[in-house]
């Protein structure tokens, strides 16, 4: 081994895996390889985990798999807000949409904390186990090769041997493009603009979908402040910049009325951020010596929120696999077959909302009635259930088979 993974010595006869990216996907997959007793070096091209919003959700699933790991309770003692129900306002018409509470779950809520808290803890338990290491401030740029696999990564600190690299990224993935492997787009006909509004004591307590005449607003309850999604047609920010900065307050004014005088917060489009929202997903996940998991794998629609998720459920099916150190294809396929149905189902399930509700409210000049589906859920509790099973738990949720050996 050379640059960045020489000074450490290590066991010659354990396998080395490294994983590009310390996002939920790369933290929960070097956890649990160390803990496993595998020689696993994460590495994360930044400094530290403090970057910008990109969602802070913890699913009932995700919490399952901390009390497996025997984590939950310490995790849910940092500071957190609990989610047990979905509402959606569609014009005057409020309604409940999930309800996480009807789930057959042991924390039956999501749990928002921000992801660099999430990523933080996943980092200081991963240290406690001595075949784990965390390169910070170290980008993988490309792949190296040995006997025809991929063998190692280039990185900006040095070139790292590996004898499985893991290509965890994210949705802009180097190690994937370095591979070649082939990416079909499903498309997205919206975007969103994420941007904070303080909240105050008498504000609704509820984390909701405002739709109504063109609009659609997400507010998420962060205790001392509202994290908000705008959700736009895919190449309107432009003409939306161009009626200007006062014309989206007084929108976002009526979308939540009594946040309205703190809309003035807002002083420019910096305030404003835009992620420009892809539904992709790799047509094979892995070649000889890689394997690609979460957003590198498959970028997810920001509807219902279920990207953090699904990154940590394909880290811990990853790791069922891999902890064994048979990196041969056959296993690194395993690892696809496990999580491309519930990829698939997740998708389809996002573009279906996509396109039949929110392409339809964003074109919508009149005020906007809930749809028949949505009527539906408000009406039977039982149906309620579907949603907050597919947001809260997912399909062919994970647990974590991989044993401790460190
Ligand atoms: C604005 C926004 C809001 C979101 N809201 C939600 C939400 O509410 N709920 C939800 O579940 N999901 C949400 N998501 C999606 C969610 O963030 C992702 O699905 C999830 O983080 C994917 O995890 P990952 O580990 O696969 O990738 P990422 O979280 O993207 O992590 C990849 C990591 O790799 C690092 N990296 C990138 N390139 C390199 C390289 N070359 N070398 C080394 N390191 C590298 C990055 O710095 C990053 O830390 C949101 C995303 C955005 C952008």
Redesign the pocket.
Known sequence: MGGAGAAVDWDPVKKHVVI???????MMLGLLLARAGSHATV????AD?L???????IHPSTLELLHELGLAEEFLRLPHQEVRELNAQFGDERLKVAEFSGLRARYPFIAMIP?WDFLDFLARHAAGYPSFRLEMQ????DLLYRDGRVGGVK?TKGDIEADLVIG????????REKAGLELVDLGAPID?L?FRVSRDAGDPPETMARFDRGSILVM?NRGDYWQCAFVIAKGTLEPLKERGLEAFRATLGSLMPFAKARMSALRSWDDV?L?TVQVNRLRRWYREGLLC????AH??S?VG???????IQDAVAAANVLWRQDFSLGRLSEVQARREFPTLATQRFQVLVQDRILKRVLGEGDAIRPPLAVRLLTRYAFLRRIPARVVGIGVRPEHVRSPVRA
Do not use: Y
């Open positions: 590009a990216g310390g996002g939920p996907a790369g590495l994360e091209k930044h985990f970057r910008d919003f990109r969602g802070d959700t992801q170290c980008a993988a740029q990185t965890a990224d994210g949705r802009h993935s180097t190690v969103a994420w998420l951020k992620l998991i979460g957003d590198a970028a997810m920001p929120g279920v990207g953090i998720n699904l990154a």
